[in-house]
């Protein structure tokens, strides 16, 4: 009987050891590896941007429709860099192209469905709340009036947030519409939908902020007033 007892609870030990070792690996081994591939994604578009080259063609000319085709984003390449103040301002995420796993594993990632970055309609992007990084671990402080601050290395793109994050199922793909139904926005225009799980350690709900184009400017100029402490 003793031996019995002794071997349940080394097994019970073994268990519990290996139940912390998954939670250490996913809570910090899995940030620090998604940290370094996002380091990694913003100094590659940094390289690519000095030598000249526009992410994905896109550039002032091209958030004001010009006729010139802009060449299409590539899945699962970067060619944006996001900042969010109220997330502090060392905060800055690269904006992949795709939603799939492996793509939100290094950064957020671009709704292929949605509209390109400043142009008309909605340019929406998804990010982990927690693991790989927690890019929007602090999604729900968002308010109304904040900026999120893109840029495609010619233009600065300034949204400013118009409510409160709003709470909904992961079936509600109307979130992502040009016009969201549920966004307060009465016509087309140019909007940026954030989305992320919810709870905080979960994926049962999702959370959303919707924002809409504020201003731009070329990257010649300076930072936009956003980014300036």
């Known amino acids: 009987m003793r031996v019995l007892?002794?071997?349940?609870?080394?097994l019970c030990i073994t268990v519990g050891t290996l139940i912390v070792l998954f939670v250490a690996y996913v809570l910090f081994w899995t940030g620090v590896k998604a940290d370094n591939?996002?380091?990694s994604e913003i100094d590659q578009l940094q390289d690519r941007w000095a030598q000249g080259a526009v992410a994905s063609g896109t550039s002032a000319e091209s958030s004001?429709?010009?006729?010139?085709?802009?060449?299409?984003y590539k899945d699962g390449k970067a060619f944006a860099v996001?900042?969010?103040p109220r997330f502090g301002?060392?905060?800055n995420k690269p904006v992949l192209h795709g939603t799939g796993t492996d793509v939100l594993k290094k950064g957020l990632g671009h709704y292929a469905s949605t509209a390109r970055l400043g142009q008309k309609g909605n340019f929406a992007v998804a990010g982990h709340r927690r693991t790989y990084g927690d890019p929007f671990k602090d999604f729900p402080k968002l308010r109304p009036g904040d900026a999120v601050v893109l840029t495609d290395g010619a233009t600065w793109f300034t949204y400013r947030i118009d409510k409160k994050p709003y709470k909904t199922l992961p079936g509600?793909?109307?979130?992502?519409?040009p016009v969201p139904r549920k966004s307060g926005y009465d016509g087309p225009g140019r909007y940026l939908t954030l989305t992320t799980c919810e709870p905080e350690w979960g994926h049962s709900h999702r959370l959303i902020?919707?924002?809409?184009?504020?201003?731009?400017q070329p990257v010649e100029a300076g930072k936009p007033e956003a980014l300036r402490r």
């Open 89 to 91: 301002f060392t905060w």
């Open 64 to 72: 004001t429709d010009s006729p010139d085709e802009p060449a299409p």
């Open 5 to 10: 007892v002794r071997t349940f609870s080394e």
């Open 209 to 216: 902020a919707w924002a809409h184009l504020d201003a731009t």
């Open 82 to 84: 996001m900042y969010i």
């Open 37 to 39: 591939a996002m380091d």
């Open 172 to 177: 509600d793909i109307d979130v992502i519409d």
